[in-house]
């Protein structure tokens, strides 16, 4: 069979079973959110109510880490020079429940190099699938769905990375209770937890190391609620001591009212909404109570239409071309394909792959797979990162600038409402010789934007995402020249 007709019967196999993605999810449930209302419970805030006292933590992990070791995967490139794990950790022996994780050490000087842990959004989508195989992962999957090539920009350049598949139901993620599948922020966050303290039972060489946490989209929720847990239970005698020193979230998701209102001002800015649509938008729909009435959704609906079949997660990008010839030249990171998504379907559902990656045999699916209901989320982040803020800790807020879902314009807008003093004066940031973005930094917290590139930062503009995450690591702001 001719290659370009093999690869779109595979991409119109997957295209039935690859309904949902990391950001139609998220638009799904922002649309769900005009039901709702806030409650005090869904402030985002993780304290320690001791709920946390009984956190499972099994010491007795020995020989767990060189079980979960990779020979090599399948398909894999030439010349690999770093060790990779995945396998299970039980998070509830009682339920049964077990988070699945893809570890990658850095290929240079690992022994020194500080741990990452990167959570996708969704809610309920992969780290693995997305984060892992399409974004800053040390592979990416070639269109024939069975062989890698490398990311020559991926993060394991600079620091020993954790790709988490989190809640239970997400990916290869899994419970025995079927229950576990109805689920949402708070057991998320206290399961991340759980995850972490057996992980590092697991890899006690970690233990003492510098560590962040990274995520994007709707980690906006999962990434500050983990470190508030984090932060909470290091004051406790009796817990292994997580050496926290940052986040950073990209395209991230905090605030209902902020993250709509950017939505829509982003639409009219970048020519995608007519002057009445915006003007009855601004009219009618009041972003700072949230009280949205029936004429607000009217106008933002209309928004919604006037914007059309394009990409909203990368305003610019093209759409996955079923019908489009296999290029002869080798793939570039450079060069994010919209097919991605597929073909990292196909390759993760290989049988060798899953016995490579000691998974569990299962129908592998980017997002919500098993998993089939988010009971309860924040309406806004801003609280804990507002604690987070006074704890010290190293706060960085990205964005790619094309994104108008989840967009630049909206995290400006999140992060105004905490009027800090700005510290450091806007100012474009480089990436080798080129304007890489634009940064600015306050007391207390970095914002900093990717050039060209949408939702998931790393996809888009890789080199540029590596130079952001290695300043975040060292502690400074990229280069300024």
């Given at each position: ?124 989508c992969s780290s693995l699938g997305y984060g892992a195989m399409e974004e800053l992962g040390p592979f990416r999957v070639n269109s024939d769905g069975k062989t890698l090539y490398r990311n020559e920009y991926a993060w394991n350049n600079v620091a020993n990375v954790i790709f988490l598949e989190s809640p ?15 689920t949402g922020d708070k057991k998320t966050a206290k399961d991340s937890y759980t995850f972490l303290l057996n992980w590092l039972e697991r890899f006690p060489q970690y233990k003492t190391r510098d560590f962040y946490i990274t995520g994007e989209s709707y980690a906006g929720h999962y990434v500050p609620q ?256």
């Amino acid at each position: 069979m001719h290659p370009t007709i093999l690869r779109s019967l595979l991409l119109f196999l997957l295209l039935g079973s690859c309904t949902a993605n990391q950001m139609s999810r998220l638009r799904d449930l922002i649309k769900s959110h005009r039901l709702g209302s806030a409650t005090r419970s869904q402030l985002g805030v993780e304290e320690d109510d001791g709920t946390y006292n009984s956190v499972y933590v099994d010491y007795s992990q020995d020989g767990l880490m060189e079980a979960d070791k990779i020979g090599s995967l399948p398909g894999q490139p030439q010349g690999v020079d770093f060790d990779q794990y995945a396998g299970y950790v039980t998070v509830d022996p009682k339920h049964g429940r077990a988070l699945f994780y893809y570890f990658v050490e850095s290929s240079l000087n690992s022994s020194t190099k500080p741990l990452v842990l990167w959570l996708n959004g969704g809610p309920g989508c992969s780290s693995l699938g997305y984060g892992a195989m399409e974004e800053l992962g040390p592979f990416r999957v070639n269109s024939d769905g069975k062989t890698l090539y490398r990311n020559e920009y991926a993060w394991n350049n600079v620091a020993n990375v954790i790709f988490l598949e989190s809640p239970a139901g997400v990916g290869f993620s899994y419970s025995n209770t079927s229950s576990d599948y109805s689920t949402g922020d708070k057991k998320t966050a206290k399961d991340s937890y759980t995850f972490l303290l057996n992980w590092l039972e697991r890899f006690p060489q970690y233990k003492t190391r510098d560590f962040y946490i990274t995520g994007e989209s709707y980690a906006g929720h999962y990434v500050p609620q983990l470190a508030s847990i984090i932060l909470s239970k290091n004051k406790s005698s009796n817990q292994t001591i997580i050496n926290l020193k940052g986040i950073a979230i990209g395209n991230a998701w905090i605030d209902d009212n902020t993250g709509t209102k950017g939505t829509y001002d982003y639409y009219w800015t970048h020519g995608l909404n007519s002057d009445e649509t915006n003007a009855g938008i601004n009219k009618n729909c009041d972003y700072l109570t949230g009280n949205f009435s029936s004429v607000c959704y009217k106008y933002q609906d209309a928004g919604d239409k006037e914007v059309g079949p394009i990409d909203r997660y990368n305003i610019y990008a093209p759409f996955c071309n079923t019908s489009a010839p296999i290029s002869s030249t080798p793939p570039s990171v450079k060069d994010f394909d919209p097919c991605s998504d597929y073909y990292v379907e196909s390759y993760l559902n290989l049988a060798e792959v899953q016995v490579a990656l000691h998974a569990e045999a299962t129908n592998w699916a980017a997002c919500g797979g098993r998993l089939v209901d988010w009971t309860d989320d924040a309406p806004t982040i801003l609280p804990a990162i507002e604690l987070l803020m006074a704890s010290g800790i190293r706060i960085w807020l990205y964005s790619g600038d094309v994104d108008s879902v989840v967009s630049v314009t909206s995290t400006r807008y999140a992060i105004k409402t905490f009027k800090l003093p700005v510290t450091t004066a806007w100012r474009p940031w480089y990436n080798n010789n080129e304007v890489g973005g634009y940064v600015e930094e306050y007391k207390g917290l970095t914002f900093i934007t990717v050039r060209g590139s949408g939702h998931t930062v790393p996809s888009f503009q890789p080199e540029r995402a590596l130079t952001m995450i290695s300043s975040f690591l060292q502690g400074k702001l990229p280069p300024s020249s």
